[in-house]
């Protein structure tokens, strides 16, 4: 099927419709992570708190999209890892060495995101205060 009258099997639909949808979805995950993720609670308000620092600290616009891009990087990894736990609890509750070792990777991922922003940031302090250059 092709053309105008080709059928669809998303349910959010197609065009305009389908972006404010996609919208609204994003806005319910974003609102379940604050709800039910202590941990994304905890880095969205350090990701507050540091924000208005990022214009303080960067050196130029590319310094500043590193600085913010590594807090929106430390979000994306919490909102995966919490993602992936909660499919992970809906698939098996029991011990399960393979749902275990997702779990892990998962988190993993968020300790990343965390070691990227210390180093990012570490060195942005560093520099603002001319220890390095």
């Known amino acids: ?3 105008k009258h080709a059928t669809t099997n998303k349910p959010n639909g197609t065009g305009i419709t389908r972006l404010f949808k996609a919208t609204r979805c994003s806005m319910q995950g974003f609102a379940a992570a604050w709800q ?13 708190i540091l924000f208005p620092f990022s214009f303080l600290l960067a050196s130029s616009l590319n310094h500043w999209l590193i600085l913010f891009f590594s807090l929106l990087f430390l979000l994306f990894a919490e ?5 992936l736990e909660a499919l992970a609890d809906k698939v098996c509750l029991e011990h399960d060495v393979l749902i275990g070792r997702a779990k892990d990777l998962g988190s993993s991922l968020v300790f990343i995101a965390l070691i990227f922003m210390k180093i990012v940031w570490l060195l942005a302090v560093l520099q603002y205060f001319n220890i390095i250059t």
Do not use: K, P, Y
Request: proline share 0%.
């Open 79 to 83: 909102v995966i890892n919490s993602a």
């Open 1 to 3: 099927m092709s053309g």
């Open 36 to 48: 039910h993720e202590a941990a994304f609670r905890q880095e969205l308000v350090l990701t507050l």
